[in-house]
């Protein structure tokens, strides 16, 4: 029965990341008509009419794809947007700290329910929306509810999957999800914005995020979590982010995740620029890159269970990878050529998340306290770094120096760190640390989460 439950627990979480990663990434095709139609542009298709919603004359020419970001027509536009898709990470990056903190106290399921609850209220309002500030609140609150939805959900599949492999097969579906909700959005948004209107895209997703909270309800009511009573308490954030361990495993993150999100504002008006790119080949140019990210976590899975004492050297593999395929961007012609390097970027990014996020519940069990809200706040500011500053940085950048000095500088960034992760190379022969939680084990058991854990240990 325990089994079953955290399977199924599985499946919620991985439900809230696909919902968060979906609705990240859903506004793309859709945004550029958005503000068209707020700042009372006349080529806008129907489903922004304000006479119900009718297709006026020429809305059946618009693309199903949009470009991701529209072409340079007018600055204060392009920074409206960057800064409307910066303020997510914003936000969850001044909100992680205090989520990893709040989850090693309250336990997981009460944090994952609450941010399920911000991200819902934050689709609905995409979905109303009328205006600019209205859709900067909307992206702010989801930024609210991801740094709890994510980070709480995260942190919940390390502890009930405690031991290996099992743990890094759950968090290689969690990464799967994630991948395939950030890159099936896009058509999955701009196919529902044309033939449905642009508040259907939103409602759906509404509608999937109720109902996952009411299956996590139904599993792990978090008024009936008495057990958490009796929860060690967590090694403080600001230790853990000063383990010279963890700083490198963060690194690596944040390293890993800059041509992502530094490409994904950039290379829509390079490909327009230097190959003449259609909008659908634009739209599209993310799409595959699904394929070969779900096979590098499948790889990844595999040769940890094989190989577990190896798990550095699969991240810095990956790394490299990715620096590799971000110097050879610039080198592409046609549309056919961008999607390989990309491909090699998303394959590189699936080795180095697959293999470290594990490695980091796993430092925590050995040095310090094993309680994971703080460590996975840690990994999310990670994440949360490069994409903050890839919508407004990455095209101030391209502008000064060019798009090929761009993908180079982030190529040898990644090449250059790869070495660094030989540090945790002896991190498997670890023993676990004389830490409260240990002493905890090592005594009669006290409350029912210590008899828990105690059995899953001898088990």
Same mark, same amino acid.
């Given at each position: 029965?325990? &089994? &079953? ?133 909307? &992206? ?17 599949? *390390? ?16 990464? *799967? ?155 592409? &012609? ?126």
């Amino acid at each position: 029965e325990a &089994r &079953r439950q955290r399977r199924l627990l599985l499946v919620v979480v991985c439900v809230a990341l696909l919902l968060d990663n979906m609705l990240y990434m859903v506004i793309v095709p859709i945004i550029p008509d958005y503000i068209a139609a707020m700042r009372g542009g006349g080529d806008v298709a129907g489903p922004f009419a304000p006479a119900g919603g009718n297709e006026s004359g020429g809305g059946g020419n618009r693309s199903l794809l949009r470009p991701r970001y529209p072409p340079a027509a007018g600055g204060n536009e392009d920074v409206q947007i960057g800064v409307l898709f910066a303020s997510k990470a914003m936000l969850q990056l001044l909100v992680n700290p205090l989520s990893g903190t709040l989850i090693d106290r309250v336990g997981y399921e009460a944090p994952l329910l609450a941010g399920l609850a911000v991200m819902f209220l934050s689709t609905a309002t995409f979905a109303f929306a009328e205006n600019y500030a209205t859709l900067f609140a909307a &992206r702010s609150l989801q930024g609210l509810g991801s740094a709890f939805a994510d980070t709480a959900g995260i942190a919940l599949i *390390a502890d009930r999957y405690a031991e290996e492999p099992a743990r890094s097969r759950a968090l290689g579906t969690a990464l *799967a999800c994630i991948s395939f909700g950030s890159l099936a959005a896009p058509p999955f948004g701009g196919v529902l914005y044309e033939f449905a209107g642009k508040r259907v895209p939103f409602l759906v997703l509404a509608c999937v995020c109720l109902l996952d909270g009411l299956l996590l309800l139904a599993l792990a009511p978090p008024c009936a979590a008495g057990a958490r009573a009796n929860m060690p308490v967590g090694t403080p954030i600001h230790r853990l982010m000063v383990d010279p361990y963890i700083a490198v495993v963060a690194g690596a993150l944040a390293t890993c995740n800059i041509p992502l999100a530094f490409l994904e504002p950039t290379i829509a008006n390079w490909m327009k620029e230097s190959m003449g790119a259609s909008e659908w080949e634009v739209g599209l140019t993310w799409l595959p890159a699904f394929f070969p990210h779900v096979l590098g976590v499948y790889v990844t899975v595999r040769l940890a269970a094989a190989y577990p004492h190896l798990q550095w050297f699969y991240g810095a593999l990956g790394m490299a990878i990715i620096g590799a395929s971000s110097c050879l961007v610039p080198a592409c &012609r046609n549309f056919g050529q961008v999607i390989v390097p990309l491909c090699g970027i998303c394959f590189g990014i699936a080795l180095v998340d697959t293999a470290l996020l594990p490695t980091l519940a796993f430092l925590v069990d050995v040095r310090h306290v094993s309680v994971y809200g703080s460590v996975y706040a840690i990994a999310d500011i990670s994440y949360s770094v490069a994409y903050a500053l890839g919508p407004i940085v990455a095209g101030q950048i391209v502008h000064t120096m060019g798009f090929a000095q761009l993908n180079l500088g982030m190529g040898l960034a990644n090449v250059l760190y790869a070495p660094v992760l030989l540090f945790l190379k002896n991190v498997c022969q670890m023993k676990p640390s004389h830490s409260e939680r240990n002493i905890l084990l090592e005594d009669e058991p006290k409350g029912l989460y210590d008899t828990i854990k105690m059995e899953e240990r001898k088990g």
